[in-house]
Every structure is written in C-alpha cells, then in structure tokens.
C-alpha cells in the first residue's frame, strides 16, 4: 500500500503559497510541522461554538468543553497503546521533561546519576543540568558512532546502581537515527533505573507505542505531529505516576486545601496544574484522528523515499558531507556543504522557496561530536513530494554556486 | 573622510545598480570577500557575539580624538558582506554619528531587508547592539 502526498496537500493550505516568487518547499518538518484544515477547523470551531473552561463547571458548555478535552485524553492515550490516566498534557515536550526532572529530582540525592546521549535535543539535557545544579547529580552521556547510531555498549556500561534516570531520543532531530529504546528500557530497568524517552520526533516518524518500549515516561509535543502549539504529552506508566510528586501547583491538581494542608488528585491531574491548554488538546486530538486515516507504515515509507530521492541527487558531489546515515534512520537530512556556511545556505534556499533549518538544531553537543559548528537540515513530512526533493535538491546546487 | 549620510548615500547607489536578488547577494558577498579578515587571536570568545547558526567576531578602538573604529569578521559568507556594509557606515565615526543612524534606517535604504530578516540567527543584531552600546559609553 503507497502513499500519495497530493491527495492530501490540499487540506494544507499554507502548502499553496508563494514565498519569494516560488512554491513553498517546507522542509522544516522537524521543527515544527503545518497543520491540516482538520486541525484548523477543530480548533476554530471549538472556539466558536463551544468554549468554556474544563473540569469545574456545571454549565453546558463547560461540560461540552470538558468532555472534548478528555476525549482528546483518550485519543492520545489510543495513540501511545496506554491507558487515559497515564496521559497527562503539557505545553509542550520541553515543558514534560522538566516535569519528570523536576518532580523525580525531588527524591535524588548527590551522586545519583542520569544517563543520558550525545544525541539529544537541549530540552532533554538541560532539564537535568538543572538537577546537576540543585541536586550534585551526576550526568553521563552516552557516546553516538561515526554513523550516528547510539553507541549501545557504551551507554550500557554507563548503568550501574546509582543509575536513577535513562534519558534519551526515540529519534534524534538532526541525525534522524532511530534508537533502539527498547533494548535500553530492559537494561536500565534492570539496574533499577527510570527510562524516559523523547517522542518528539519518534512520535510522528516511528513507532510510539508505550507498552513494546516498555519505558516509564514518553513525551512529544503536538505541533510536530500536524498538531498546534502549545499542547505536550507526557505518558507515565501508572505506577510511576502515582509515585510522584507534583511539580507545580495550582488549581486543578489538588483534592483539597485549608490554611494548613494540602493534598494532591490522583494522576494525571496531579500534574495538570491550572486551567490546561484546551483548544490545543483538542487540536492535537483532531490531529491524531486525522493521521489515523492513514497506513502508518506507507507514510513512513513516503517519507523514506523523499529522503533518499534527495540525497540521490546529491550525494556523490565533493561538497557534501551528510551527517547520520545510521541504518533504518528517519527521514531527516543532516549535512555540511564545503566552503559555505549552513547559514549561507539556508538563506539562499529560502530565495528559492525551500525552507529549512540551519544551525546546531538545539543539539551543541551532537554537533561538537561531529566537529561541526552549525549544520542544514531538511527534514520530511507526509506532505512533501518527490517533485519538492528535486526542487530541494536543484536549488543546493544553485545556492552552493554563490559562495564558491 | 565621508560623513555616515555621504556613505550611505554611495551605498544605496550602488545597491540601486543591483535590478535582482542574485546580483544583490553576490555584491553583498564580495564586499565581504574584500574585507580584510581579523586575526586568529582576535576571533576570540571575549569579541564573540553570539548567533544561534552563525558567529561574528567585533574587535573595536576609541582613536584619541574619540572616534571609534571597528573590524568585524563572521564565519558565514552572508553576514560577512553585510559587516562590511555597516562597518563602511560605522567605522571611524564619532560617537554622536553613530548614535544618530538608527540602524534600521539603513537597511530599509539599502532594501537588506530580506537578508537580514535572520539577523538574531546570525549575530548582526548582536554586533549592531555591540556598537551602539560602545557609541553610548
């Protein structure tokens, strides 16, 4: 079963526009993905027809509200293989990391450690450089291969008994290498440690489901999924949950309060403190549903084949050196082109209508890994077509010409 | 020596000549390719300014009868031209002149709108923020 990305581009109706005269080439996926009319439209429809705030009143609209809200709940909780109360939402992947960090550093000790990759994304480092900070907790990070893949051995050698938390990508944003957190979930949960895994691109371009990592913590954000700003994802395992405590307080995540005392709901509203991004919830819902339409494994394979048409055009020129070709990687294109800055780059192909990021990606030490100070990325979404890899590809030829 | 509005009158000239992007950005890029590069040592963390993809390196000195002469270098071909637009408006000035140009006055001149619409990305707002907080000093 294929893929056909222009039965769908039209329900992207910024994939219509011009920018500098030519059609927009979006190959910014990794950073944020564009959203389709179905997103849109539950959004702006909730909020004109159907809006008030969840969980506490005894109106109709607030019902109407909470009850989507939660809907939303149980559509990611479908999406994840977990169960509703696992799910709690966040603003954002950044925003559930420092939860986990925050609410499980309340009970670690100086000399605890936390293992992390070189591979990761800043908001899966510097949450725990916080609690390096606060805490004396030690981080270690596990080495990446020439290639790009995890350096399996090494990150487990790293586990021992003081071992706390395993920290790492399901897929790393700029190599786009896809890890093998299962593996790493039975082994750290073998020496007693806590995983959690960054879905903020596995989420949408590999396989998220909860049970079969069998990790503790799961988190992505929407608006990497088709989805809004705003809204994030943390999956806890039940139990895992239920053992920690808030880490920020306000309405919503408590069972009662007097002068003296307080006491704290059950997960996930525990961690839900004050009124939750709601319309984002249920934007993200639509979004999910919307992807549900279509075979996982065909999109993948859409986006695999965008990836490799660009990189045949290109690859074999003496200019360019790619970054991550780790086997069975996502669909993200990572490299350097010899004799002009990323930056340059990046700025010329915008010219030409093709977006796409440039720089370290939020990723400092993966690019000192690589003795790179900055580096472009394509990144591919189910949207994009094989005309738009040849157009990418065709306008770097033409903008490398300006700097050599 | 030219005031800053005879500079950036001559600047916008030339630019004027330039009738398309292409032959815009490949002028921005030589007069950076001209611009004299700085030393090894003096591309050092204290001159950094930081950019989030590209970096510039500002080295600056007060001349005895107060006027402030800069040179600039970034690692990116882009930023670099562009450095070298606001060094000729900048460089060797007094004080006072320096603080009277606002900076966005002469990119809409110069219509380096579209090149600089990443300034924060590349550091140039940085280096401009750096040389008007030495004007004001």
């Not at chain 1, 005894?58 to 990611?76: D, K, Q, S």
Request: proline share 4%; with cysteine.
């Amino acid at each position: 079963m294929s893929f056909d990305p222009h039965s769908i581009r039209d329900q992207f109706p910024i994939l219509g526009r011009r920018v500098n005269g030519a059609p927009l080439v979006y190959l910014d996926n990794a950073a944020s993905a564009q959203k389709p009319n179905a997103v849109i439209d539950s959004m702006a429809q909730r909020m004109r027809t159907s809006y008030a705030n969840v969980h506490r009143g005894l109106h109709t609209l607030a019902n109407e509200t909470t009850e989507a809200y939660e809907a939303a709940r149980g559509i990611v909780a479908e999406y994840l293989g977990a169960d509703r109360d696992e799910i709690v939402f966040t603003r954002g992947g950044t925003e559930a990391i420092n939860l986990v960090a925050g609410s499980l550093g309340v009970g670690m000790a100086e000399g605890d450690e936390v293992v992390l990759t070189e591979m990761e994304h800043h908001s899966n480092i510097v949450p725990w450089h916080l609690l390096r900070e606060r805490k004396g907790v030690v981080l270690r990070f596990a080495r990446v291969a020439e290639d790009g893949s995890l350096d399996v051995e090494h990150l487990m050698g790293l586990l021992g008994p003081r071992t706390r938390v395993v920290a790492l990508t399901h897929m790393s944003n700029v190599l786009g290498t896809i890890n093998p957190v299962q593996a790493v979930t039975e082994a750290a949960h073998a020496v007693g440690a806590k995983v959690l895994v960054d879905g903020c691109q596995g989420a949408v371009h590999a396989t998220p489901d909860v049970k079969a990592i069998g990790c503790d913590f799961y988190v992505f954000t929407g608006h990497k999924l088709y989805g809004p700003t705003g809204i994030g994802v943390l999956y806890g395992k039940a139990e895992a949950l239920a053992a920690m405590p808030p880490w920020q307080g306000g309405g919503e995540m408590i069972e009662s309060v007097s002068i003296g005392r307080v006491t704290y709901a059950e997960p996930p509203m525990r961690f839900e403190a004050g009124t939750p991004p709601i319309v984002e919830a249920i934007g993200l819902g639509a979004a999910i549903d919307w992807l549900a339409q279509f075979d996982r494994q065909a999109v993948h394979a859409h986006e695999k084949a965008l990836y490799e048409r660009a990189l045949e055009r290109i690859n074999g020129a003496n200019w360019f050196r790619q970054i991550g070709t780790a086997p069975g990687k996502g669909a993200i294109l990572a490299f350097t082109v010899e004799g002009a800055h990323a930056h340059d780059i990046a700025q010329v192909l915008d010219k030409y209508g093709v977006a796409v990021r440039a720089g370290q990606h939020c990723a400092e030490p993966l690019m000192r890994r690589f003795d790179v100070t900055s580096s472009v990325r394509a990144s591919f979404a189910l949207y994009n077509t094989l005309e738009e890899a040849d157009a990418f590809a065709d306008a770097l030829v033409k903008a490398r010409q300006f700097f050599v | 020596m030219t005031t800053i509005a005879e500079e950036l009158d001559a600047l916008a000239e030339d630019f004027d000549l330039l009738d398309d992007w292409e032959s815009q950005l490949e002028y921005v890029i030589d007069l950076g390719r001209a611009l004299p590069r700085l030393e090894e040592s003096e591309r050092s963390d204290a001159n950094r300014v930081r950019g989030c993809s590209s970096q510039v390196w500002v080295v600056s000195e007060r001349a005895d009868d107060g006027r402030l002469a800069f040179r600039a270098e970034s690692d990116a071909q882009i930023p670099q031209g562009l450095i070298a637009v606001l060094l000729k408006l900048y460089s060797g000035r007094r004080p006072e002149e320096i603080r009277a140009l606002d900076p966005q006055t002469a990119v809409d001149r110069l219509k380096l709108g579209s090149m600089l619409t990443s300034q924060r990305a590349n550091g140039l707002a940085a280096m401009v923020e750096r040389i008007r907080r030495e004007a004001a000093a």
